[in-house]
């Protein structure tokens, strides 16, 4: 048995936009290492809780602890030198930089994570595909070289807890294939992950544990090896919804 406290968790966290409240009462862990599959339908919340982990939207101190100190309501770069760092829907990169140069943004930031445990050459080993495309501009790239420049630059920050939102989403079988090979080293490293994945057989086969989320609220959490598929329809979909 470990005394150890999640790495990552949330305790109550409600969050939205203005007067939108989209996320309720919200209690979610990760523990180091961990893989755990964030899933839901469209516009149930999923980036909303990522956004919120990151500061990019208002909480309260207590909502959100980083190995078991509350750290809610910093600002995004305290959230990135606490060890977390997210993998953007939509990539984010610099389009117009190379991939070194989008990679070497990260590095400064990473420094200020004390010990290096990933390197620009770490991330090339990640990903070989990458290393002979150091010095090509991003946007001449296909999207999944994108997405591991985005994954490259996001373990560049050091992070305790990876963050990804639909790492998948619009990627050939192959280079999606390719991606999740990547985890398993990712979280030898020590790192923890959070996937939002709309594949939810996807989500379950690189996932430790699983938690599904409907209208901004937790509605099914578990062993991604037990949960029956019928308790993931009714938790996705709502009782209305349910499979027979
Ligand atoms: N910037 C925003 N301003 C106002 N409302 C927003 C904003 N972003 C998201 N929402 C609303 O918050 C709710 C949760 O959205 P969120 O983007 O977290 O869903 P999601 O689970 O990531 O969905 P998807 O699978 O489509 O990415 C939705 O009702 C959405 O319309
Ligand atoms: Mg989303």
Sequence with gaps: MTTEPPILSTHG??????DFQALFSVDFEIMPGEVVA????????????????MGLLPSNREMIRHAGVPVGGSAPYQMVQNGFAMVPEGRRLFAGMTVEDNLLVAVDHGRKNGAAIWTMQRVFDLFPALASMRKRLVEKMSGGQQQMVAIGRALLSQPKVLLCDEISLGLAPK??????????AITKAGTAVILVEQDVSRALAASNRLYCILEGRITLSGNSADVAREDIARAYFGADHAVA
């Design 13 to 18: 966290l409600c969050a939205g936009y203005g």
């Design 38 to 53: 964030l899933i839901g339908a469209n516009g149930a919340g999923k980036s909303t809780l990522l956004k919120a982990v």
């Design 175 to 184: 280079v999606i294939g390719e991606i999740y090979d990547s985890m398993p």
